[in-house]
């Protein structure tokens, strides 16, 4: 099984910043594409940003400019830079991995979320 443990959420003031990190463990062989998905209250669970194995991402064009995603392979971690946060980024953040694993073979995991709230 594999597991999605996210941190970093929170209450940030319009302008400000956070880092969310989601770090996977358990029985992993390789894990593909990681990101980092958000439902905003009342709304769809919507795509923020994901980066390959190799490095390579995409964002959400709300987001472009304003988030970087980054991976650490070894430590099968995926962090999430806000900056120039808006009260409309507001949502529950969920980490996603594409992972190959013993008992599910390739599949889609997800973390229990984490809550940013923007708010004066």
């Known amino acids: 099984q594999v597991q999605l443990v996210e941190s970093g959420g929170g209450l940030v003031q319009p302008g400000g910043s956070l880092r969310l990190s989601c770090a996977a463990s358990?029985?992993?062989?390789?894990?593909?594409?990681m990101g980092w998905y958000r439902q905003p209250p009342g709304k769809q669970r919507e795509l923020v940003a994901h980066i390959t194995s190799g490095g390579s991402t995409n964002y959400a064009d709300s987001v472009k400019g304003r988030f970087t995603i980054s991976r650490d392979n070894a430590k099968n971690t995926i962090y999430l830079q806000m900056n120039s946060l808006k009260p409309e980024d507001t949502a529950v953040y969920y980490c996603?991995?594409?992972?190959?694993?013993?008992?599910?073979?390739?599949?889609?995991?997800w973390g229990q979320g984490t809550q940013v709230i923007v708010s004066s």
């Open positions: 358990g029985s992993i062989f390789s894990i593909n594409t």
């Open positions: 996603n991995a594409y992972a190959l694993s013993r008992m599910r073979g390739w599949a889609d995991y």
